[in-house]
């Protein structure tokens, strides 16, 4: 495993990322300089919704949670964002402010990186400019098909949507799918109570034949689980289309 804590390899790790494609190494440099390796515990909040936005960060192992709290204490999940994943730097066009709190979901490492150095950069660099914009907009259209999934899937359908964005959908046969954070976080980030969710599972098994142990999840086929869960939906692959820009 790649030492991450070195800045030899964050300056690495920042300059393989696709969206600072083109960037100059002295943008790179600037980064590095001023870059911070932490290692999370689970439950580790990183910053809250609202706070003043100095730093970004690159997700290099683990799961982070991105919500927002309602009035009522209950956290609403945005996200859930795995390794190569940046987040918190959508604040530079938020008037510095983050739009929502970042926690650790499992035990992680990141890359905590200024926004003044990348804000600086978004001045004078217009290609960039235009690649983050273009990556917001990718992200508001997988969060419009959720919308979609939430309005017209059932919460078995859900949860079998969930799943095959674990997977490699091209694969064949007998598929092993294991849950990456724990059931109540996957209820969570799909609208659902904890209980609503165990009541969901049960129905998914029993309309697709799926094995469930734990938290592993084992299948004779995708096509089990896709001709059930994407019924309703408006495009040929959704479950494909979300699983670039989110864990779920």
Same mark, same amino acid.
């Given at each position: ?120 950069? @978004?001045?004078?660099? %217009?290609?960039?400019? +235009?690649?983050? +914009? ?28 969930? @799943?095959?964005? +674990? ?22 980030? @799909? ?34 689980? %896709? ?7 408006? %495009? ?5 289309? @979300? ?6």
């Amino acid at each position: 495993m790649i030492k991450t804590n070195t800045k030899s390899d964050i300056f690495q790790t920042i300059k393989d990322l696709d969206l600072f494609k083109g960037c100059e190494d002295s943008f790179f440099q600037n980064l590095t300089n001023q870059s911070q390796f932490l290692p999370l515990k689970k439950n580790q909040i990183l910053f809250l919704h609202e706070e003043s936005a100095t730093r970004f960060f690159i997700i290099k192992r683990g799961w982070i949670k991105l919500f927002r709290e309602t009035f009522d204490g209950t956290q609403a999940v945005i996200d859930i964002l795995t390794t190569g994943h940046i987040f918190g730097e959508t604040a530079i066009f938020d008037k510095d402010i983050y739009p929502y709190s970042a926690e650790a979901a499992e035990p992680a490492e990141v890359i905590s990186l200024p926004l003044s150095v990348l804000k600086s950069e @978004l001045e004078t660099n %217009s290609k960039l400019a +235009l690649k983050m +914009l273009s990556e917001m907009a990718q992200h508001r259209k997988i969060q419009d098909k959720e919308l979609e999934h939430r309005t017209i899937q059932n919460a078995s359908q859900r949860i079998g949507c969930f @799943l095959l964005r +674990l997977t490699n959908q091209e694969a064949s046969g007998n598929v092993t799918i294991h849950l990456p954070y724990d059931k109540t976080l996957v209820a969570s980030r @799909l609208g659902m109570q904890p209980e609503t969710f165990s009541r969901a599972l049960k129905k998914l098994k029993a309309e697709t034949g799926i094995e469930i142990k734990g938290a592993t999840i084992f299948l004779e086929s995708l096509s089990q689980l %896709s001709n059930y869960s994407c019924a309703a939906c408006s %495009s040929e692959f959704p479950c494909r289309d @979300l699983k670039s820009g989110t864990a779920g």
